[in-house]
């Protein structure tokens, strides 16, 4: 079953100076924090949708879940937080996000987020050349295949063939693409269990 | 069985399209998994975001925090002589405009000035015009201490809540308020601690963060 809900405290403060009288109400803020809810925006929002990318595999659903995240975070989001701690507050968000996206999309949980293992995704450096660990994780599965499994897969989601294409280029039935495609996957989620990832 | 569905949500998620709901088994769950980051491995365009997606999230945000601080905050009751003011004002750039645009059957540019103001006190002014220069309507900045903020617009075909929000020339975005307009029509004040002269502009964002109308201030 689906883990409850949980729910996300913000940062809302930053480390007290404990020195004693008025100076116990003074904030240390830090120059690593965010000042405004755009600069946390800006700052997040390619990373974010590149690990709900990760986790989903399409552009409109990573898109939705990524725009609900900030939806949900903003709000009671406290500004001049440590980047830290925004990041952790979004990564405890999305993963709720994402929790539910599969909650309605198929009924059972699919793919999550660690919050403490996915922080690498929205710490620095991000940009077009940022963090991802998806080959990573396929190059050992594909490996541990048969030739015929690992190449309807690589024709598939790393060539982006058509089934029909898939066919064509194995010189097999498309029927037989088919069955091929899906043994494969499922021999793939075994070694993927096998190997721990 | 599932596995058409299976099938079905694995050529979508080939293809980039948006799978469709299914009850998945487990062992359909374990496939996907792997299919999710096969997919995911593939060196494409989409593994970044669009740049009109950001913009356009960007916008519905700042539409909802204009919205928030409109709740949070005390709203301003402006004085009478600051709503006063802001109407003659605003009246004066209608009038100014109005002159500009008379000239401008004769005169080749246009060019947009502030309107010289009671009490020698610093007043930016802007029309409101949407994207095909339609005029919407006036917004009058005062600076002062506090300084403060008067529109006054009229769009037509609209109704119900619209937000402001002011822009810096520093790129910084700040939500000034929102107010509602009965039959397209509304003002709307507000006191602001800030340096007028460091404004550059103002929005006015319906609440699902589309631009109804821009103006930059002279």
């Given at each position: 079953?689906?883990?409850a ?19 116990s ?39 939705d879940l ?6 949900t975070?903003?709000g ?36 999550s ?34 030739d ?50 | ?12 998620l ?40 950001i ?27 600051y ?17 500009t645009?008379?000239d401008?059957i ?37 600076n ?54 460091g ?20």
């Amino acid at each position: 079953m689906f883990r409850a809900r949980q729910q996300a405290r913000p940062p809302d403060r930053q480390q007290a100076v404990s020195s004693g009288g008025d100076a116990s109400h003074l904030r240390l803020v830090s120059a690593d924090v965010y000042t405004d809810w755009e600069s946390v925006y800006r700052d997040n929002v390619e990373r974010l949708y590149r690990l709900m990318y990760a986790r989903v595999g399409n552009r409109p659903d990573a898109e939705d879940l990524t725009a609900e995240v900030f939806r949900t975070a903003l709000g009671p989001l406290r500004l001049a937080s440590s980047k830290g701690e925004v990041r952790s507050y979004l990564l405890v968000t999305a993963r709720t996000v994402l929790a539910s996206h599969w909650r309605r999309q198929l009924g059972r949980p699919v793919t999550s987020i660690d919050p403490s293992a996915d922080l690498g995704y929205l710490a620095e450096p991000s940009g077009p050349d940022g963090p991802s660990d998806a080959p990573y994780r396929t190059a050992p599965i594909l490996a541990a295949l048969p030739d015929r499994y690992r190449r309807v897969l690589e024709l598939r989601f790393l060539e982006a063939c058509s089934i029909k294409e898939v066919a064509t280029s194995m010189n097999i039935s498309v029927s037989n693409a088919k069955v091929l495609q899906h043994r494969a996957l499922h021999m793939a989620a075994k070694v993927a269990q096998e190997l721990g990832r | 069985m599932s596995n058409r569905k299976l099938s079905a949500f694995i050529d979508a998620l080939v293809s980039g399209r948006r799978p469709a709901k299914f009850a998945a088994s487990p062992n359909d769950a374990e496939a996907l998994r792997i299919a999710i980051t096969l997919r995911a491995a593939r060196p494409d365009d989409d593994a970044g975001p669009d740049e009109q997606f950001i913009s356009n999230l960007y916008r519905e945000l700042a539409g909802q925090q204009a919205s928030r601080a409109a709740a949070d905050v005390r709203l301003f009751k402006p004085r009478r002589a600051y709503v006063a003011l802001g109407a003659v004002a605003a009246g004066l750039v209608l009038v100014a405009g109005t002159a500009t645009v008379t000239d401008a059957i004769n005169k080749p540019a246009v060019t947009a000035s502030a309107v010289p103001v009671p009490g020698g006190q610093v007043m930016s002014t802007a029309t409101f015009e949407t994207v095909d220069h339609r005029v919407l309507g006036q917004i009058v900045a005062y600076n002062s201490h506090p300084s403060w903020v008067f529109m006054d617009v009229d769009v037509a075909n609209y109704q119900g809540r619209i937000f402001c929000m002011l822009q810096a020339h520093n790129g910084s975005t700040l939500a000034m308020g929102a107010f509602d307009l009965h039959g397209g029509v509304g003002e709307f004040s507000k006191a602001l601690h800030v340096d007028i002269g460091g404004l550059k502009g103002a929005e006015l964002v319906s609440p699902t963060g589309s631009i109804v109308g821009s103006a930059t201030f002279a």
